[in-house]
């Protein structure tokens, strides 16, 4: 078993949320042995000299799309590809995250299963990727966010599984469980891509989430609604979700009831900044939807920090203009609409994330007895935060995949 001494000149600990310097990393397998700032024994081992970067546990994005690629339009191609050209493109994408220091993912949702067996692929060494938690298939309502087909020849449930009550809910999430998801994904409200739906209506009722989330609780697997609107968010609260993603429309009592639940929220920021950004290539009504979700979910974020909200780092990456790698914008976005501290978005990227999704035993943070996943950045993101887009050296599962 090779073993590897790293050294690093600025250090991120994710479990004390300060920076340190001069550690050393020994490196066994894929398993960090020790961390110290004591000499250590570099004899029989290979040394990487990161003296000179800004080291920190592999990144953990907890909102993103293998399946999409950030091509406006991207969404609605999906119908002329086969589930076989889906995997291919799934695996590209998800290998530039892992270049850009995303050593572990969320998928939040596929077409059929293809990242089941994305996610089967890399565990089993047959590709190369980061390590990922999935969703397989949504599940949503009639003409609800995950229902995008309109032609009644159509009979493939695509990106969701569609349900009308809490018998069919419960069916869902079993079936999805069945397939091979790790999680359950749920459609609580309309979304700002979808056209059609309504980002501040509720689409499932709470009878139709508690059924489907009694499924994933019963097991001890976690689950997240895509949620904009205030009832939508409070309906998958009370019926047990883990995480709110987005979250763009709600209202003050939201903010109380996630507190009081512990439930997380993976505020995706980058995904309507840049429908924003990028209007004038995009449907009118997703600018429109776009614009109002931004507007609110700055003063909300920053409420959320204020009232101690756990704030995990999620960015829906493959969504329009928004593509694979680029993520990491995410974290300026954390400082100009929520003024969210450099800290508190590292540790949201790392020790949060781990903890949401019951991998803090494994990674999450550069510990003795967890995986080797470490990154680094030539500069300190206490300098520039947009060093976050730069990342210059990857290592996942001991493994070096860059610099
Ligand atoms: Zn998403």
């Keep these: 078993m090779g073993k590897t001494v790293l050294k690093c000149g600025k250090f991120f600990d994710s479990v004390n949320e300060c920076v340190k310097e001069n550690v050393n990393v020994v490196v066994e397998g894929n398993k960090i042995v020790k961390v110290t700032c004591d000499a250590v024994n570099t004899e029989g081992a290979k040394v990487v000299d990161l003296s000179g970067k800004f080291v920190m546990p592999g990144m953990i994005d907890s909102h993103m799309h293998t399946l999409m690629n950030g091509d406006p339009g991207c969404m609605d191609d999906m119908i002329k590809l086969s589930e076989g050209d889906m995997a291919f493109n799934s695996m590209v994408n998800a290998q530039a995250d892992l270049m850009a220091g995303f050593t572990s993912v969320r998928d939040e949702g596929s077409y059929g299963f293809v990242d089941v067996a994305l996610r089967n692929a890399i ?19 009639t003409g609800g966010h995950a229902d ?14 569609i349900v009308d009550s809490p018998d069919g809910a419960r069916y869902a999430a079993r079936f999805t469980l069945k397939h091979g998801a790790d999680q359950i994904k749920i459609m609580a409200t309309g979304g700002v891509m979808s056209i059609g739906d309504e980002p501040g209506a509720p689409e499932f009722t709470y009878e139709e989430m508690k059924a489907a989330l009694d499924v994933p609780n019963s097991r001890g697997r976690i689950s997240s609604a895509h949620a904009h609107g205030a009832e939508g968010i409070k309906i998958a609260i009370r019926a047990g979700i883990t995480s709110i993603e987005h979250g763009m429309l709600m209202d003050d009592e939201c903010i109380d009831m996630m507190v009081e639940h512990g439930t997380y929220l993976v505020p995706t920021i980058i995904a309507a900044y ?130």
């Design 148 to 161: 995008g087909h309109y032609n009644l020849n159509t009979t493939s449930k695509g990106m969701g599984t």
């Design 274 to 403: 840049k429908i924003v950004e990028n209007g004038a290539a995009l449907p009118q009504e997703a600018v429109e939807k776009a614009t109002r979700c931004l507007e609110n979910h700055g003063k909300n974020l920053e409420k959320c920090r204020a009232k101690g909200v756990k704030i995990a780092f999620g960015t829906d990456t493959g969504t329009y203009f928004n593509p694979h790698g680029k993520q990491a914008e995410e974290f300026r976005l954390m400082q100009k609409y929520g003024n969210f501290t450099v800290t508190e978005s590292l540790v949201a990227c790392t020790k949060t994330n781990a903890q949401m999704m019951k991998w803090w035993d494994k990674v999450g943070s550069i510990e003795e007895g967890k995986l080797a996943d470490i990154v680094a950045f030539d500069e300190s993101p206490y300098d520039d935060i947009t060093t976050m887009c730069r990342c210059s050296f990857v290592m996942k599962d001991g493994v070096v995949y860059k610099g």
């Design 123 to 141: 565990n089993a060494g047959k590709t190369f990727g980061p390590r990922m938690m999935v969703s397989g298939m949504g599940i949503g309502t």
